[in-house]
């Protein structure tokens, strides 16, 4: 089995954290003897802010509840330690949060080609608005108030699906388009097709 990067791309409340766990149990049962290393950007701002004991962590805190884009240093510096902490052109690699803008995307082709990972293939769960308005609001998580489910909806459609018209014009990458108003299971299988898991 070779190494696969694969990153996960749709609104918040696409599915994207359940699906990846749900692709990461797969990889681990197909492939145990083989690293694998899952970086999700929303997790690691949410444990950065657990102790707001800085100003950092402070600021974050306030903009995560506001729905508001973190800036690029920010993001580069999370999922960037975690790659040099953890990652090697052998192990799996999956990603969810990131890339959000083109720019990240262009940064993020630097360190796949730091790393020797010539394959990158995309899931995109494309998932109508409305559904992921109903889908955040009924988690009942802190930062899912209308107005910040507003604000990331709206950076979505400016900022992160030109992210994958950038990636459909690459000649090393592949975009799968998922129906992420599906089912779990339902996605999870398309998935599953998509990435020759099953």
């Known amino acids: 089995m070779e190494a696969l990067t694969v990153i996960f791309i749709g609104p918040q409340g696409s599915g994207k954290g359940t699906q990846i766990d749900k692709v990461r149990s797969i ?21 950065m802010t657990a102790r707001a004991d800085t100003f950092a962590k402070s600021k974050v805190t306030n903009t995560l509840s506001q729905g508001i884009l973190q800036p690029d240093f920010l993001t580069f510096v999370l999922w960037g330690q975690e790659m040099l902490n953890e990652l090697d052109p052998s192990s799996h690699l999956l990603i969810d949060g990131f890339p959000r803008t083109v720019s990240q995307a262009q940064v993020l082709d630097g360190a796949f080609t730091f790393f020797e990972r010539s394959l990158i293939q995309v899931i995109n769960l494309d998932t109508p608005e409305e559904i992921v308005r109903e889908r955040m609001l009924g988690r009942a998580r802190a930062d899912d108030t209308p107005e910040s489910i ?9 900022d992160t699906l030109p992210v994958l018209e950038y990636y459909r014009q690459k000649d090393n990458v592949l975009v799968h388009d998922i129906d992420g108003s599906s089912s779990i299971e339902s996605v999870h299988e398309q998935i599953l097709t998509a990435l020759k898991l099953k």
């Open 150 to 158: 507003e604000n990331r909806l709206r950076w979505y459609r400016e």
């Open 27 to 47: 990889i681990s049962q197909l492939d145990n003897e083989r690293k694998l290393l899952e970086i999700q950007t929303g997790r690691l701002f949410r444990a």
